[in-house]
């Protein structure tokens, strides 16, 4: 019996159902629309974060630029990380429950199909 004959441990599917779902048209497709997604968002987001560090050190006239009391625009940048952070993390669960998890959802179906 050869190792994608076997059955996979516990009460899953067996490992070639495995294999075949992973090279199914239906994962290929969720793995490309989630490298659209994450790719570019991480190089946005560490674009923005390298921009906010050169800034701080190479910038300090324009980071010390006070805005209102002791609050200066380093400050209100260094916020802004906090900011895009929660926003990439909204952006990213509406692309999810849009684009990624009804996908998601039907893979999982095919394969607790297969295993009942």
Same mark, same amino acid.
């Given at each position: 019996?050869?190792?994608?004959?076997?059955?996979?441990? *516990?009460?899953?599917?067996?490992?070639?159902?495995?294999?075949? !779902?992973? #090279?199914?048209?239906?994962?290929?497709? =969720?793995?490309?629309?989630?490298?659209?997604?994450?790719?570019?968002?991480?190089? =946005?987001?560490?674009?923005?974060?390298?921009?906010?560090?050169?800034?701080?050190?190479? !910038?300090?006239?324009?980071?010390?630029?006070?805005?209102?009391?002791?609050?200066?625009? *380093?400050?209100?940048? *260094?916020?802004?990380?906090?900011?895009?952070?929660?926003?990439?993390? *909204?952006?990213?669960?509406?692309? !999810? #429950?849009?684009?990624?998890?009804?996908?998601? +959802?039907?893979?999982? +179906?095919? =394969?607790?199909?297969?295993?009942?």
């Amino acid at each position: 019996m050869s190792l994608t004959e076997q059955e996979s441990p *516990g009460d899953g599917p067996p490992v070639d159902v495995w294999e075949e !779902a992973h #090279n199914s048209a239906e994962f290929q497709q =969720l793995r490309s629309r989630l490298r659209r997604f994450v790719f570019p968002m991480t190089a =946005l987001f560490l674009l923005w974060y390298l921009l906010y560090v050169l800034l701080a050190d190479y !910038a300090h006239g324009f980071m010390s630029t006070k805005v209102v009391g002791n609050i200066n625009i *380093g400050l209100i940048f *260094g916020l802004l990380q906090f900011v895009s952070t929660f926003v990439i993390t *909204g952006l990213y669960v509406r692309y !999810a #429950n849009r684009k990624l998890d009804p996908i998601a +959802e039907k893979i999982r +179906e095919d =394969l607790e199909g297969v295993a009942k």
